[in-house]
């Protein structure tokens, strides 16, 4: 299957800093990628929806200033927590199609656990 | 709103033992359906996705759709310890967005 990169792996912060989780396709180009936010025992929501050279589309609920994404090429797409709260700390993941069929065919990156202090 | 539902279990099975994980939506227009797994601590990993009714099998795996039920399940045959996962269902919108819509998943133990 198509390899999806996503880095950090963990990352401790204090409050009111920024973290940078950067998600990248490592043998395909993906036009749009997807980050995702699960908290413990509970089901990934979708956060918003990345699109190579535009702006992202954010789901209801989620604040556009605060998880800033930038997808500046086709095989990379950043998420940025600015000034993290202990409310922020979860596991967030990045996915990527590799386009159809069957569309939704997702791969996803190995994940940030973020932890705000 | 749409909806995936499955039963968050946990569901135990003896080594080699079927194990059934079911899954519901609420979208009668959904067309893509996928199942996942997913460790503890890792990311989802896909297992297997249909879009038309009836079974679709790989290997020790099989997947069986009915849309006129709005049911999607995943059969695991000959099930191993290492099968023991979280297994995430996720469905995708009608008109072939690749936005997908997950269930909170069935926590499965395969016991030795």
């Known amino acids: 299957g198509a390899v999806v990169s996503q880095h950090p792996s963990w990352v401790i912060c204090k409050s009111g800093t920024s973290v940078k989780i950067e998600c990248r396709s490592l043998d395909f180009q993906a036009t749009t990628m997807f980050w995702y936010r699960q908290f413990p025992k509970q089901s990934l929501m979708l956060m918003a929806t990345s699109n190579e050279g535009s702006k992202a589309t954010y789901e209801q609920g989620v604040e556009k200033d605060k998880f800033l994404i930038n997808h500046a090429s086709l095989t990379l797409s950043t998420l940025t927590v600015t000034s993290a709260h202990p409310e922020d700390s979860s596991f967030y993941i990045c996915s990527a199609s590799t386009g159809g069929p069957p569309t939704g065919k997702l791969f996803f990156g190995s994940g940030t656990q973020l932890s705000v202090l | 709103q749409k909806e995936v539902e499955q039963n968050s279990g946990p569901l135990s099975v003896p080594e080699g033992a079927i194990a059934s994980l079911n899954c519901t939506y609420s979208d009668r227009g959904s067309q893509s359906f996928f199942w996942y797994r997913q460790y503890s601590g890792k990311s989802p990993e896909l297992i297997m996705f249909i879009y038309s009714n009836g079974d679709k099998e790989d290997g020790r795996f099989t997947a069986q759709l009915n849309k006129a039920s709005q049911y999607v399940s995943l059969l695991i045959r000959d099930s191993q310890p290492s099968d023991s996962a979280t297994y995430l269902c996720?469905?995708?919108?009608?008109?072939?967005?690749?936005?997908?819509?997950f269930g909170k998943g069935t926590k499965l133990t395969v016991n030795p």
């Open positions: 996720a469905v995708g919108f009608q008109g072939g967005s690749e936005k997908l819509v």
